[in-house]
């Protein structure tokens, strides 16, 4: 993993977070971060997420690995059921597990129908199930943060990916929905929209370097490659109690290439 450079200030201290897809990329640093803060981490992920789990522990902070199938509910809530086993109670939830960076660019008539349903179920259907599995807790607590992980993608309309920027956007209205069904238990449902980030497996993937990396960066009001640590002071503030009266609303990080 790389270092983490920034400070950290413990502001979220005494806090438990589920974060899915924790086991790589972008989610990986996700749950590094939130440890950094203070909180206790469920790494959720398909994978084995151990290595990370066993990172932030090396460092101070306190994590689990929990192999997860967020399309699953049954494994959802079996991963549930580990975290409060583990840590007692759920703060926050991040519904970041998704399929992108091993997607193939294809026009839309090419795109299969089971490839959409598989889309369609991580993307859109892992956020519900995980949201469903959190909430009996949440609602306990009178207190919860749900942060759902969406894309610049539906901002733009971007091609050859119809299957992706449909869930994504799904993410987005999931979101403002379950805002209002959510708001008097006191949880709040926000999403994080990232432009295209050099996470491990954009990097490795062709189809996200050259030309589309550079028109991408080309669009940004600062025009330069998008980090996965650019992404964390959003998360933060969305997991800890300065977004309290924050709830159903979508922060695009891009470098300000979706200005809405
Ligand atoms: N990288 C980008 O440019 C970018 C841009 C915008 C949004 N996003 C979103 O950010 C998130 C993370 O992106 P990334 O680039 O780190 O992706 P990634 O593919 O590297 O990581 C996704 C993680 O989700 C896990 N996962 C997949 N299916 C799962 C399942 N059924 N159950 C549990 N875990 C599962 C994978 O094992 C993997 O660890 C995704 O939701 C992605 O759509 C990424």
Not at 13 to 25: E, K, L, M, P, S
Not at 51 to 71: F, L, Q
Not at 81 to 98: C, R
Request: aromatic share 4%.
């Amino acid at each position: 993993m790389t270092q983490l450079s920034k400070e950290y200030i413990g502001r979220l201290n005494g806090r438990v977070a589920i974060v899915t897809g924790a086991a790589q990329g972008i989610g990986a640093r996700y749950a590094q971060v939130l440890a950094a803060e203070g909180a206790a981490i469920v790494c959720a992920d398909v994978i084995d997420a151990t290595p990370i789990a066993s990172d932030i522990a090396a460092t101070g902070g306190k994590a689990i690995a929990v192999r997860t199938d967020v399309t699953s509910r049954e494994s959802v809530q079996a991963m549930v059921n580990k975290a409060l086993e583990a840590f007692g109670k759920i703060d926050i939830l991040v519904n970041n597990a998704g399929l992108f960076a091993n997607l193939a660019l294809k026009p839309f008539d090419e795109i299969s129908s089971e490839e959409w349903d598989k889309v369609m179920a991580v993307n859109v259907r892992g956020p519900f199930e995980c949201a469903k599995a959190v909430v009996p807790t949440m609602r306990r607590q009178q207190y919860g943060k749900i942060i759902n992980i969406a894309s610049g993608t539906v901002f733009k309309g971007v091609p050859m990916l119809l299957h992706y920027v449909s869930s994504k956007g799904a993410v987005v209205a999931l979101t403002r929905s379950l805002a209002r069904e959510l708001g008097d238990a006191g949880i709040r449902v926000n999403t994080l929209a990232p432009g295209l980030t050099a996470s491990e497996n954009t990097l490795a993937n062709p189809a996200w370097q050259g030309a589309v990396s550079a028109n991408n960066i080309a669009s940004r009001a600062i025009k330069r490659e998008l980090l996965p640590e650019d992404l964390c002071g959003t998360l933060v503030y969305l997991a800890s109690e300065e977004s309290d009266f924050v709830t159903g609303q979508v922060i695009v990080v891009d470098g300000g290439s979706v200005m809405h």
